[in-house]
């Protein structure tokens, strides 16, 4: 439904020097690229939530899609028609397909809520009747048929969000841009929007891309996520691997933030970064699926001869997988540990040895 291709996207930043000291004609111009040779994927009825830090260029990504900004280079395609080549009417016509949120709700606050979700089918010249007919069913779906003669003023935040995610959906579209939409609301309030979008997606079979710097969002109701670094998205997985088996450093260390597993400070001090005749490897397990009912943990004493000391341990659900986490020191020989290690592996459980630490045994 939504394709991208190689898109990349540069800004030029105009100088300010004027003068003799100017360095050239542009006056000390410089660029930013905020997205690299972007590809991605999203199909029909999918949830594709875009994680990363501030500044790594999740706006412009979300931007480029409905071309709110164009892209450098790259092709942009949504419900199979290429956006990047189109006239401008015909990129108007394209952008009712595409309905967009944002963080702070963009409401004009000089019209009702119904003038509001009204507002795009006014512009697309529908008749007054029709756009009732329209508008009626969304504010019910939203929520809010009781509010329709307020103005945003009168109206929480999470309120305000639903009139936003109503006038977004008033033309029918069948992909919605999420950027950063649950980012000014408070956790519970955030619960709401994101299961009325869940919601909105399961009844209208909508597409939906979000951006987001926060897991949870990602966890409560993506299908899929990619992870975007410095304009390039570095890995993309579905939701359970992603929070299984990150594979990039900066996806660890948000899996990290989110689930707070992080061995003891005083043992990390103690860690070392290679093995020894006289060290103990610590890991970090992940597993989900059939794993987690089997008790791996007691087979490995049994089968591998290696006594497992848990450190810290976690069960999440992420939608409808339950995925446990375990911080472990495994006490054995370097051999044993090693057989331990690979035992585990051919069970699925994915392993990452955080470092070694002295036998105290
Ligand atoms: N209009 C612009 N002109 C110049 N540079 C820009 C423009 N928009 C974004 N950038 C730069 O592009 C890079 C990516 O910015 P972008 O806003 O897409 O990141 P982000 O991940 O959405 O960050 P945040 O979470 O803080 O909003 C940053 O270095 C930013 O300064």
Redesign the pocket.
């Known amino acids: 439904m939504i394709r991208l291709h190689n898109v990349s ?1 540069t ?3 105009k100088g300010r020097k004027r003068g003799p000291d100017a360095g050239g004609p542009d006056g000390g111009a410089r660029t ?4 690299k040779n972007v590809d991605l994927h999203v199909p029909q009825g999918q949830i594709h939530g875009v994680i ?12 480029c899609i409905n071309l709110l ?1 164009r892209p450098t280079s790259g092709s942009v395609s949504v419900d199979g028609q290429e956006l990047t080549g189109l006239s401008r009417q015909a990129l108007n016509q394209a952008r009712h397909r595409i309905g967009m949120i944002f963080q702070h709700f963009n409401l004009l606050t000089n019209r009702t809520v119904f003038a509001n979700v009204a507002l795009p089918l006014q512009l697309m010249g529908m008749k007054r009747a029709e756009i009732r007919e329209r508008v009626a069913p969304l504010l019910e779906l939203v929520g809010l048929a009781d509010k329709a003669g307020q103005y945003p003023a009168q109206l929480s935040g999470g309120q305000k969000q639903r009139v936003a995610i109503a006038r977004a959906l008033a033309s029918r579209p069948k992909v919605l841009l999420c950027d ?1 939409a649950t980012s000014a609301l408070d956790p519970q309030t955030t619960g709401s929007i994101l299961a009325l979008l869940r919601d909105i997606n399961q009844r209208l079979g909508l597409t939906i891309l979000l ?1 987001t ?1 926060e897991m949870e969002v990602v966890k409560s109701i993506c299908h899929r996520a990619s992870l ?1 670094s410095g ?1 390039e998205l570095v890995e993309e997985a579905d939701v359970g691997d992603f929070f299984t088996a990150p594979r990039t450093r900066l996806g660890r260390e948000f899996l990290n933030d989110f689930l707070q597993l992080e061995p003891p400070r005083a043992l990390i001090d103690q860690l070392e970064a290679t093995p020894g005749e006289q060290t103990h490897p610590v890991v970090r397990l992940a597993f989900s699926g059939d794993a987690v009912s089997t008790p791996l943990i007691s087979r490995l004493a049994r089968e591998c001869g290696v006594d497992v000391s848990i450190l810290q341990a976690k069960v999440e659900s992420i939608q409808d997988r339950t995925l446990g986490l375990m911080i472990a020191e495994l006490m054995g020989s370097p051999i044993k540990t090693r057989e331990a290690i690979d035992y585990l592996e051919s069970h699925d459980l994915h392993v990452e040895v955080l470092g070694h630490v002295q036998r105290t045994d």
């Not at 930013?32 to 997205?35: D, K, P, R």
């Not at 990363?52 to 931007?63: F, M, P, Q, V, W």
């Open positions: 996207k800004f030029v930043i930013v690229q905020a997205l990363g830090l501030s500044g790594a260029g999740k706006s412009t990504l979300i931007r900004e950063e951006i710097h975007i304009g």
